[in-house]
């Protein structure tokens, strides 16, 4: 079972350029996140989609936007990528209604410079 | 925003030691859950807890919910070398659907 699938693994942007993360998971489940995760620090979430159709900001959201494009799929944007933006995104899906059994995608490392 | 504090930050143990690990907050929580994280990949849920004082076991490891509802444990007996890497726990406030706090995590090394 592929899971929760992340493109790409790496990637290197110039400041100002955009690009778009892909996530897709094959379980079935109705939530999906997006969350960074920095050196030292725990991961946080930057916005979220309880079910299809629907999204809404996480604790960090400035920068970025997000797009549910079916049950499987929810993307993450950066319209003009930053230096701090450079973090290891993870994408999940959730088992439950509440959203508190999350499975992870391998995530992607992202460099702005 | 909360936080959760994580600690130990990291440690260093031989093979075959007990490992004990916590997270606390000011905030009362309704889940508790303690995820391990090996390099290069996501987080993976080793353990959640939802009644204080609830105590949850998955094979070597134990967790418990703090009666306060402010704090959790993390308990690895009898480590091996594939303990090896980083342990969140995370927690979900009262009526906080989809959006868990994270600790900063606790980094196992095991000694050679």
């Known amino acids: 079972n592929a899971g929760v699938t992340q493109t790409p693994k790496f990637q290197v942007l110039k400041t100002g350029q955009s690009m778009t993360l892909q996530c897709a998971q094959d379980?079935?489940?109705?939530?999906m996140y997006w969350y960074r995760q920095d050196p030292g620090m725990g991961l946080r979430l930057i916005y979220y989609s309880a079910s299809e159709g629907t999204t809404d900001k996480g604790e960090v959201p400035n920068g970025y936007n997000v797009s549910r494009l079916n049950k499987r799929e929810f993307s993450l944007r950066l319209e003009s990528a930053a230096p701090s933006q450079t973090s290891v995104y993870f994408c999940a899906s959730s088992a439950t209604g509440t959203g508190e059994k999350l499975f992870f995608g391998s995530g992607t490392q992202l460099s702005v410079l | 925003g909360q936080q959760l504090n994580q600690s130990p930050q990291s440690m260093f143990i031989q093979e075959g030691e007990d490992v004990s690990m916590n997270c606390t907050s000011s905030s009362i929580f309704n889940t508790w859950l303690w995820y391990k994280q090996d390099p290069g990949e996501g987080p993976v849920l080793l353990i959640a807890?939802?009644?204080a004082g609830e105590l949850t076991s998955n094979g070597r490891l134990t967790a418990q919910f703090g009666i306060t509802r402010k704090d959790s444990f993390l308990n690895i007996s009898a480590s091996i070398p594939s303990d090896v890497g980083i342990y969140f726990c995370a927690g979900q406030l009262q009526g906080s659907n989809y959006q868990l706090i994270w600790g900063a995590g606790t980094k196992l090394i095991i000694k050679p």
């Open positions: 379980m079935n489940h109705n939530s």
């Open positions: 807890l939802y009644k």
